[in-house]
Each structure stands twice: as structure tokens, then as C-alpha cells.
């Protein structure tokens, strides 16, 4: 969501569409959108077996864990059962939070859009400025592009080697039957028909996971963006008035108005902080986790595909928290700018009591609004510095671990 020259008209339903397709595509759909009962039912079924398979492989995930011999001595696989651990920590967290607030959510998401602009007034939201870029777009494709390479590679690598295998040594070709998922099922996989069904709930627990773990932040970045929009349109507002000393009473009802609408959107920026604040700062420590575990194991798998994918599964978990960051900056710069916007004003021509009403509130905008967990961690740009910090110190202390033993 970037500066942009669209003038089309976007509709609020629109604005909301990426975060809403991600929920829907897993048959989940928070806003309670009519639709017919048979569709209803598909993507409850649907739900309940990613639901399902979800719990299974996380079970015997931290199943195998807990075996230690089944990763002791293998640092290869050790890293692989580490990310998976964070990126599954990780999306616990926010299934449970996302569930638990959703009614919450649900309120937030219709109080925006009873405030959303009409048609006519869109122009002047520069609604077009603050709407999903191509950028943002594609890095949401590019996403879910690299977590399906990371899913099907080790399918498409089986296929590729058991061909190859085949015109070399012809019938003692072996398929090798490799998985994303490191841990062994409680069924032996190396069948076909096997096989294929741990491959069927590998996707639906990844597409479980995965689609909880980026709608969430989605969410936050849609809801953020909104909220951001309306402080630009204030600050604007501020910054385009001309007050004047003969027009007293006008002057103060316009800036109690402009007071009103800033104190409704603390509040709706207040519960947003309420429902992600926690969730994004505790998406730091999970990341930068993940983030060291990738970067390692790409390292050690070297340049083939597995390498390859897990690489671009990189990139994708970076700038997924750098998007997060960004938005949180929006909404720390544009909610700052109001007092220079106020300030900005020629405000010397209006009256005393108008003079001394801005004045307070300028005093009541100097500190901006920010997510942040409890006044602890606040997400900005500077965090994803840290992040980035975090994560090359924490892989540069697992290598030498590593080396050593």
C-alpha cells in the first residue's frame, strides 16, 4: 500500500478482499457472508479436515521432538524440526488469538466501514493512496508461491530422481518417497497409496497453518491501512482550514468535529492494539527463530532445489514481517503528523478561543499511536532492523555450536 495515481472508485468491500479471500479460500469466513447452505457445508468439511490434519501432524511433530533419538546426531535434520517447531509455535499463537478476538475483529472491521467514505468523497481519502499496491499483490502471490516450492519440491525431486534412476539402472529404480515434513506418521509412507496421503494432509495442515499465520497479519495491515487513511484525511483537513477571528463559532464546532473524529479513531486504533499488538511483537522472537533455522538449512543444503525453495521461503517470511513494520510506521508518522498539520494552519487569523482550543489539541497528538504489546516492544521500521540483528547473531552462534560438536 503504497502512493499510487489510481482514481477509480474502490469500494470498501474491495479494500478488504485480500485478507478475506486468504480466510475464505480455507473455509473460514469471519464476516458471515450469505451464501447459499450447500456452499455453507463445503467449506465447514473443508475446515474440519485442515482443522484436522492440522492437530495430527503437530502431534506427532512434537511427538518425534520428544523422541530425541529421531533427530539426535543429524544437524540437517535437527534445523528442519526447529523451523518447523517456530513456524508451528508461531502459528498457534495466532489461531488461538485470531479465534479468541474474532468477534472483536468482526466489530472493528464493520465500525471502519460505517466510516468508510461514499463514492464522491473517495478522491479526497486518497483512498487509491493507502489500497493494496501491485508490490504488496504480488508479494502475497510470491508468498504462497514459495511455501508451495517448499511443500512440492521434495515430491517434484522424487519424481525427477526416480526418472532419472529409471534410464540409468531401469528396474532397479527406486522412488524415494521424500516429504516436506521431516518427522515419520504413524503409518509407513513408503507406498504409494501411503504416500499420497501424507501428502494430502501435509497441504491441508500447511494450507491451515500458513493461511492463519499471513491472513492475521493481513488483517492487521488492511485494518491499519484504513485507520492510517483517516489520519491523512484529518491532517489534510487541518492543514487546508483557514480559521478567522470573525468566525468564531464556526471555527470551534469545525475543530471539535475534527476533535471527535480523532478520538474515534484512538479508540478503533486502541482495540486494533488490543487484538494484534501482542501478536505482532511476539511474531519477533518467532521469526527471527525461523528466519535462522531457514538460513541455516539453506546453507547446508546447498544449491538444489530443496536449497532453492527453502531460500525463497526466506525472502517471503522477511518481508512479511518488514510489511507488518512498515504499516506500524504509517500509523506512528501519519497519526504525528497531525500536530504539524495543525500547526501548519494559519491559525494566527483565528479567533483566541479557537487559537487555544488547537493549542490543546496539538499538546494531545504529540505522542503518536504505534502496536506495540504492553508498552514493551513497539513495531516500527527500527524493529525490523533488530529483527534482521536477531537473526544473523542467532545464526552465527548455531554454526559455531554446530561446527563444534
Known sequence: MVKSVKQRIISYEEFIYMPNIIFKSLGYDILETPRPFWQKILMRVYLAICFCSHLYIVFYLFLRIIQWDTIRGNPSNFIR???LFFLVLNSEIKIISFVYYRHRLQQLIFKLRDIYPVESCCKKYRVGDFYWSRTAIYGFRYFFFSVLTVLFSPLLQSVLVYFYQYFKIRNEAQFPYLRAYAMQLSFET????NYALAQLLEFTCTHFIMNFNMGTDVWMM???????MHFAYLGQQLEQYK???????EDCAYLSNIVRKHRHLLGMHKELNNIFGMLVAYNLFTTASILCCVAYYTMVQGFNLGGVSYLMYFVSCSAQFYAVCHFSQLLIDLSENLAKSAYSQTWYDGSIAYRKQLLFFILKTQKPVYLTAHGVIIISRDTFKILMKITYNAFALMSRVIEND
Do not use: G, M, N, T
Not at 222 to 228: E, F, G, K
Not at 243 to 249: A, C, G, T
Open 81 to 83: 524440526y526447529a523451523e
Open 190 to 193: 513408503k507406498s504409494p497409496l
Open 243 to 249: 480559521p478567522s477571528r470573525y468566525q468564531e463559532r
Open 222 to 228: 488492511s485494518l491499519s491501512a484504513l485507520i492510517c
